[in-house]
């Protein structure tokens, strides 16, 4: 839209966006949902996700560190995702794994000055954990995707069965409108 002012100045406004119609539908769909939820009654609050640290699990890791930095922060790694891709139980075992990794290690003496045995070791046992962890999250993963399908092919079957039975009812209604046999 364009103005001219008493000084012979033009400005342009940008037009004003037009508020969408409210479909008769969408009224009605509210209504039904707050009755819906009515009904359901209060949805209980979630806690928020939160995901815990290993050294706040593990305290003794922090001595550990010391000794082999890339290895625990691999163990770090691995808990932070087992606490986000395991159910409880693979958890646990996670973190026993891990606190028993960690005791075994902090009972060896630290060696003389040189190579430390126990980086090498400890990489090894990592990886255990690692690989378990690995395997358990894509089974957790396979699982929850089948149970999907599943729930999906009943609610579809389920779709399918009323539909055809809305069917039969809407043919009988117009064949009786039709005068014949119903």
């Avoid at 305290?59 to 625990?72: F, G, H, K, N, T």
């Avoid at 922060?73 to 958890?91: G, K, N, S, W």
């Avoid at 149970?147 to 209604?173: C, M, P, R």
Wanted: proline share 7%.
């Amino acid at each position: 839209m364009q103005r001219r002012d008493s000084g012979g100045t033009m400005t342009i406004e940008a037009p004003t966006a037009r508020r969408p119609k409210r479909r008769w539908w969408r009224t009605a769909w509210d209504r039904f949902g707050a009755a819906a939820r009515a009904f359901r009654g209060p949805v209980p609050e979630r806690e928020p996700f939160t995901l815990k640290r290993l050294s706040d699990e593990i305290p003794e890791i922090v001595q550990l560190s010391e000794r082999a930095p890339d290895a625990v922060d691999e163990l770090e790694t691995v808990y932070l995702r087992a606490q986000r891709f395991l159910d409880e139980r693979d958890q646990i075992t996670v973190v026993t794994m891990i606190r028993d990794l960690v005791d075994t290690y902090r009972q060896i003496p630290p060696p003389q000055p040189g190579a430390d045995p126990v980086v090498e070791r400890l990489a090894k046992r990592t990886a255990v954990v690692t690989e378990f962890v690995e395997e358990r999250a894509e089974h957790t993963a396979r699982r929850h995707y089948a149970q999907g399908l599943y729930v999906g092919t009943a609610i579809s079957v389920g779709v399918l069965a009323l539909v055809g039975l809305a069917a039969v009812g809407v043919i009988n209604a117009f064949v009786s409108l039709a005068g014949g046999k119903g």
